[in-house]
């Protein structure tokens, strides 16, 4: 059986003889991946053209509803992922790393979808007036490239490596060439099979290919990206193509890194207890087959042995086997060719000077390898900073002081994550400004976080990942970080009313009198620019008694006559609070209506002194608006109180819910 692709809307099957995929624990032929023969530049320009346009016809709300429905479609079906996972060597406990891990990004991402605006558009900052009347303005934004993304994945994340590239480039409106790693390619085959049978993904959004990217790459321009996550040498060899070097391809890569953990000076036993336990678990996790799996350790030379015995504890009772066997801890490797590049790089560190401390007597036959735990008592060979055992084996290095193992630690070249033992923020503040430039993923363990802390090795879906040098340079993840990435940045400039309705947010100088109170309006009705100038309000000397009184606050300059003539106001001043509160009394619609709930303020800024006898009036307008749910959206109103000489004495920006139209009768 051949591995099938995914290309120009068909299921196809590559030419030729292909390579064998094995089972990782019986060595079983479970088919063959090639991709010869097969479309590959075509697929990159259909996917442009046809899922690009089908991507850009839903905003991004619509396609993070999408997201979360395909979260919740795999999530009733991931046992299917489960059985076919078995057979790259991972145990039930790896394949929720990987399959539910993956899941869990789509549903962050849904999440992440309620932040945006509607539309395809990403407005930056605020703003910025480049005429003194307002008539011309500029704007950082953020809009579609036209291009598509292509995936080169690892083998070992078949599932979450495919899903962490795809959802942030679904949300942002660009249409994904997944390839994936020959040894577990059955794997994402049926991962792909089962987003496509949604029927929630349009077409040419998702597009696979099992085997080489053939003439992909030969297609690609500045419109498109690459997010490659595998070795450094491969890397480095794909950032010399011309896609990136002449024709301005975006290329993101995340490779192995010699991430390490380390005791710190001031860490106590609980501390030391706790990153054993984190050590044991990064070599049990996939049989150390981890991208952010710890390779290194670092421990000051009186507590090295202590350390070495307490993860040898936690390791020595494992069970190697077939991950379908019941009470199975560890796998195997995913294939023999793995196995030999494990002993080779432990051969490597041999050489250089490291040394057996204490291997697992478990099983060495076929693709399994026993957890290793090396010691380089001399912890300055080079060769034990470069080479990279991509399995269950970790080096162990002694230390004299905080700058000597800062010196050993940036040896790595650049790391994806770091693990830092201890409770004394001194000593994290050393280590966070030595090592800010030198990891991607800075995670500080102590008793204080260690019951609730996700680990070393857990990419968070709200969090960067990636890291310098060795570990690719990359950005992955983090947020809206990784949507950003997936689109083009452009300084806008226009007039008020151009650039409004372009951005879809208020840009003074475009305001709209209405001539009903906004408060009275459905979401759907509300129009972006269309403002309130409120009847106004004169401050009295029992105003600002009254709120004190009711407030509690008795701050000299609102209370003391004499100490507030003597502040920088030069008299007795109201309370900024209730400047905000007489605002809102005055722009606010008492009457039950389509404003539902205050939602929150943001922006916030005092920028004249409200004494007694000033006039207060407020000027309110429709900001921006975001849908929330079918029933509700949320609003922001740009608020500017004015006084009786037309100074701004307070801005901010009012969220609030309001109520959609019901189904039946929305425009």
């Known amino acids: 059986m051949k591995i099938k692709s995914y290309l120009l809307g068909e299921w196809r099957e590559g030419m030729g003889e ?53 979260a ?19 145990t039930r406990r790896d394949a929720w790393y990987d399959v539910d891990g993956g899941i869990g990004v789509l549903f962050a991402y849904s999440s992440l979808a309620r932040q945006l605006p509607e539309g395809n558009f990403l407005p930056e900052e605020e703003n910025l007036p480049l005429s003194k009347d307002f008539s011309f303005q500029g704007r950082h934004l953020l809009g579609p490239k036209g291009g598509i993304t292509v995936q080169i994945n690892a083998f070992n994340f078949p599932v979450w490596g495919l899903l962490e590239k ?3 480039a ?96 001031e860490a106590g036993e609980e501390e030391l207890q706790r990153l054993a336990q984190e050590i044991a678990q990064e070599l049990a996790i996939k049989t150390g087959q981890r991208c952010t799996a710890i390779r290194r350790v670092f421990a000051p030379k009186d507590r090295l042995e202590a350390l070495l015995e307490a993860t040898r504890r936690h390791l020595e009772g ?77 080096t162990f290095f002694p230390y004299g002081n905080r700058e000597e193992a800062l010196r050993l630690l940036c040896l ?11 409770p004394d923020p001194e000593e994290a503040r050393f280590y966070l400004l030595g090592l800010s430039g030198e990891v991607g993923r800075l995670h500080v363990l102590n008793q204080r976080d260690a019951h ?101 606050d008795h701050f000299y300059a609102h209370t003391d006559e004499v100490a507030a003539k003597e502040s920088l106001f030069g008299k007795r001043v109201a309370h900024g609070y209730f400047v905000l509160s007489a605002a809102a009394g005055l722009f606010v619609d008492p009457a039950p209506g389509p404003v539902l709930a205050n939602y929150g303020l943001e922006g916030l800024r005092f920028t004249e002194p409200v004494g007694i006898g000033d006039t207060l009036q407020a000027r309110l307008t429709v900001k921006a608006k975001r849908p929330r749910d079918e029933r509700t959206g949320v609003v922001e109103w740009a608020v500017e109180v004015l006084n009786q000489e037309g100074k701004t004495v307070a801005s901010y920006t009012v969220l609030t819910l309001v109520a959609r139209k019901a189904q039946g009768n929305r425009p």
Do not use: C
């Not at 990784?482 to 372009?502: E, F, G, I, N, W």
């Open 452 to 552: 609730s802390s996700t680990g070393h090795g857990s990419p968070l879906p709200r969090l960067l990942h990636g890291g310098p040098g060795r570990a690719g340079g990359g950005e992955e993840l983090g947020g809206l970080l990784s949507v950003k990435r997936h689109l083009a940045r452009l300084a806008l400039q226009a007039d008020p009313h151009t650039l409004q309705a372009l951005t879809g947010e208020y840009a003074r100088g475009a305001e709209r009198p209405t001539q009903v109170h906004p408060f009275r309006k459905h979401y759907e009705e509300l129009e972006v620019g269309e403002t309130l100038l409120t009847h106004r309000r004169t401050v009295t000397e029992a105003d600002i008694a009254l709120f004190a009184h009711l407030s509690w």
């Open 318 to 394: 494992l069970r190697l086997g077939d991950p379908r066997e019941e009470g199975v801890d560890l796998g195997p490797l995913a294939s023999l060719e793995q196995k030999e590049e494990v002993a080779r790089a432990v051969e490597a560190l041999l050489a250089g000077g490291a040394r057996i401390h204490w291997q697992h007597p478990g099983r060495r036959d076929g693709a399994f390898f026993p957890p290793t735990l090396l010691l380089a008592e001399e912890p300055h060979g080079e060769a034990l900073h470069r080479v990279e055992p991509f399995g269950p084996v970790a």
């Open 72 to 90: 919740q479609y795999l999530s009733e079906r991931k046992e299917e992922l489960y059985r076919l996972y078995a057979t790259t060597g991972g």
């Open 170 to 265: 679904f949300l942002a409106g660009v249409p994904t060439l997944a390839k994936a790693a020959t040894p577990t390619a059955h794997v994402a085959e049926g991962l792909v099979r089962l987003m496509l049978e949604s029927g929630l993904l349009p077409e040419g959004s998702l597009q696979f290919v099992a085997g080489g990217l053939g003439e992909a790459l030969e297609a690609l321009d500045h419109r498109d990206s690459v997010y490659f996550t595998g070795s450094k040498a491969t890397a480095d060899r794909l950032r010399r193509h011309p896609a990136f070097l002449e024709r301005g391809a975006l290329f993101n890569a995340e490779t192995d890194s010699l991430n390490a953990a380390l005791l710190g000076e």
């Open 18 to 70: 292909g390579v064998a995929v094995r089972d990782a624990a019986t060595g079983e032929v479970l088919g063959f991946v090639t991709s010869e023969g097969l479309p590959l530049r075509e697929a990159v320009e259909w996917g442009r053209e046809i899922g690009g346009k089908a991507l850009l016809a839903l905003d991004f709300r619509e396609r993070g509803q999408r997201l979360r429905a395909l």
């Open 412 to 422: 790595g070249g650049g790391m994806l994550a770091a693990t830092l033992a201890t």
């Open 166 to 168: 795809f959802a942030p």
